[in-house]
Structure formats: structure tokens, C-alpha cells
């Protein structure tokens, strides 16, 4: 199924990038002037060549990074999803690591428990809460970093290529839920990836290239102006 942008429609931005440039040198200019608005309650993707500045760009936005100039608007509250998920879960298991996320909010171990099952539920993992993290599966391990985002109530998922390390079926399924999560939750969401397949489940896409955004619409539009350049 492919979904689409009902252009008539208008919702605030919840994401906000403005003439933003980074570079690590003089010569090694990574963002260009690049600017986008991502609509509240929307799942958008973010394509490119490699060295187009797409993950650059997802790590200024969740402020591990500082752009040299321009403005960044987001949620104070942000979740991000890394491409290899063992390098941001640090807990022995499931729900461990989900309510880690939660130590600064000064919550009741019963309203903890409470934010980890509801995440786990969100999710569809609720009956592994008590299972080692090493004992997951790829997909698993991405699940559980989402439902990290979900305890903590965040409004913003960055996604940075997540399907990176799973195999075709998984890629799919997680891309598919979280399209669902964005759409019950009334979540934002940016996803970094270079698989045409995964648009088919975005409401748009961003296509940068030399650090800026060179276009964007929806998805299949977006799935044609990628395999017209691809042929040039």
C-alpha cells in the first residue's frame, strides 16, 4: 500500500530546519544553507547519496551536534533510534532499559513500571520485558529503543537508517509499525534510509544532496525524481 499527502491540508511544523550549515573544516563542508519543515503527526524520510549529510543532519537535530549557523526548532523532548540499536541500549534487559531512560523524571517505581509496559505494549513487546537484551533479535533490539522514546513521552522520533542491519522481512514490518505508532500517538517522525521500498509507508520524503534539500513531496513522486537521477 502507498500512502500520500493530502496537499490541501495544512498542520504546524513540529520539526523546523533553517538555512543550517555544518562543517568539520574549511573543506570538509557537510550542510549547505539546508532548510525543511516536517508537519506535527507525520512520518517523513530523509534520502541521499552517502555523503549527502543525511545522519549529519538527523544528529544536529537531536543536539549532538551544533550547527556553525542557521536555527533548529524541535521538541524539547526528542527520541533517536541509531542504526545499530547496541550502541544506545546499555542495560541487562527489556524493561531495565526502558525505565533507565526514565531516572531523570523522578517517577514512582510504580508509575515507571506503569510508562515501561505501556511502551512495551506500544510496541507489541510487553510479554519480553524481562528478557535479556542480548537475547533480542535485530528487529527486537530497535523495538525496544523505540519504546525506550515512547516511556519518556517524547513528541519527535529521529530514525537513523534502522533497517540498516535486518533482513528484507524485518526491514518492512518495523518501518510498517512505526507508521502505525506516528499515526495512533500522534507522534512526529524523520527517517533516515536509502531503501525506495520503505517510502511506500511515509506521508513524504526530503531528497538531499550537496547538504541541502534539493526536493521534497510524496513518496512516489519523490521514488520517481530518485530512480530518474539514478539513470543519469
Not at 519543515?37 to 547519496?49: A, Y
Not at 513528541?155 to 524485518?170: C, G, N, R, Y
Not at 509507508?201 to 530518474?228: R, S, T
Request: hydrophobic share 45%; glycine share 6%; net charge neutral.
Amino acid at each position: 500500500m502507498t500512502y500520500s499527502i493530502d496537499v490541501k491540508s495544512y498542520k504546524p511544523a513540529v520539526i523546523t530546519v533553517n538555512e543550517v550549515c555544518f562543517s568539520w573544516s574549511a573543506e570538509a563542508v557537510v550542510l549547505d544553507s539546508c532548510s525543511l519543515q516536517v508537519p506535527q503527526g507525520e512520518f517523513w524520510m530523509l534520502l541521499g547519496n552517502n555523503g549527502s549529510g543525511k545522519s549529519t543532519l538527523l544528529r544536529l537535530l537531536a543536539g549532538l551536534l551544533i550547527p556553525d549557523s542557521g536555527s533548529i526548532v524541535m521538541p524539547h523532548k526528542t527520541g533517536f533510534v541509531f542504526q545499530n540499536p547496541d550502541h544506545q541500549l546499555v542495560m541487562p534487559t527489556v524493561g531495565a532499559d526502558i525505565a533507565f531512560g526514565l531516572v531523570s523524571e523522578n517517577l514512582s517505581p510504580v508509575q515507571v513500571r506503569k510508562r515501561v509496559q505501556e511502551a512495551l505494549d506500544a510496541v507489541n513487546l510487553l510479554d519480553l520485558e524481562r528478557r535479556p537484551i542480548h537475547a533480542l533479535s535485530g528487529g527486537q533490539k530497535q523495538r525496544v529503543a523505540i519504546a525506550g522514546a515512547i516511556a519518556r513521552n517524547c513528541e519527535v522520533i529521529l530514525f537513523d537508517e534502522p533497517t540498516a542491519l535486518l533482513d528484507p522481512d524485518t526491514q518492512l514490518e518495523l518501518v510498517a509499525q512505526v507508521r502505525s505508532l506516528v499515526k495512533k500517538r500522534k507522534l512526529t517522525a524523520l527517517w533516515v534510509t536509502h531503501r525506495l521500498e520503505e517510502l511506500d509507508y511515509c506521508d513524504g520524503a526530503f531528497l538531499l544532496k550537496g547538504g541541502k534539500v534539493v526536493a521534497q513531496g510524496e513518496p512516489n513522486a519523490m521514488k520517481q525524481k530518485v530512480l530518474a537521477a539514478e539513470r543519469q
